[in-house]
């Protein structure tokens, strides 16, 4: 999994952290949808923009890059990118931000003067080696730091993350997904280790055997039933696919 390929999943996944990491922890992540728009000319691709939904033309947009090796073209990629953006989306909103998220400030090349007139206003960079007491306090801000993170330190801040997943999230499913996450973090860092391995490092078997646990996934499995009802699929089926009880299955199309 590429780095970008990961920041892209956590913030489609967990829009909040990408609003906690940038010091805008009033937005309701809710208000945006996540994408990661072509650009047709030259085959450019975005790493991600938030942008707000249709009703909320007010609100500003954000060009999210992901930017972990020095690169004397970057900013001139990233300016164009957004500007063919505008020309093929003609979105309504009047702001917009340029976020890039840098792994380490030697990382970054100067920014050519040509764009000193879009720095001050528009762009806004993050150096995640540099985060500090933030990366400690916060869950999801720690969630990103543990990306950048040294072989020697990663297995320790993963089980610090995990340790605060169970004791400040108390939404069982959501709780899940962010173990898993943390998980998918470390199983790209040590691509040596098997599942198992991983699993016992940073003791997830523990956690995985208990009830709350199972239900939680067994919980999740279920929100694609009606997608799957949707597409003929019968009850019995659906119960096989997810691997899950039939009567859970039954009860949760009564349900919904």
Do not use: C
């Not at 040590?190 to 996934?217: C, D, G, H, W």
Request: net charge negative; glycine share 4%.
């Amino acid at each position: 999994m590429k780095t970008d390929a990961i920041f892209y999943e956590l913030f489609k996944e967990f829009p909040n952290i990408f609003f906690e990491l940038i010091g805008e922890q009033q937005t309701n992540p809710k208000a945006y949808q996540f994408i990661a728009p072509e650009i047709k000319q030259r085959s450019f691709r975005l790493d991600g923009l938030f942008s707000p939904l249709t009703d909320l033309s007010e609100a500003p947009l954000y060009f999210v890059e992901i930017q972990f090796y020095k690169d004397e073209e970057f900013y001139d990629r990233l300016f164009t990118s957004i500007f063919l953006y505008f020309s093929q989306y003609q979105p309504p909103n009047r702001d917009w931000y340029a976020i890039v998220i840098y792994d380490r400030r030697s990382n970054e090349k100067p920014i050519p003067p040509r764009y000193r007139a879009l720095i001050e206003p528009h762009l806004r960079r993050f150096y995640l080696d540099e985060l500090g007491q933030t990366a400690s306090e916060s869950l999801g801000v720690g969630i990103v730091k543990l990306v950048v993170e040294s072989e020697n330190q990663a297995a320790e801040l993963a089980k610090q993350l995990i340790n605060k997943t169970k004791v400040e999230l108390t939404d069982v499913v959501l709780q899940q997904k962010v173990l898993e996450f943390i998980e998918a973090i470390i199983v790209y860092k040590f691509p040596n280790l098997s599942r198992e391995e991983i699993e016992a490092m940073l003791n997830l078997n523990l956690i995985r055997q208990t009830k709350v646990y199972q239900e939680a996934k067994e919980e999740g499995k279920l929100e694609v039933v009606p997608k799957l009802l949707k597409r003929g699929f019968s009850i019995q089926e659906i119960a096989e696919l997810l691997g899950v009880d039939v009567e859970a299955v039954r009860k949760n199309v009564e349900k919904g």
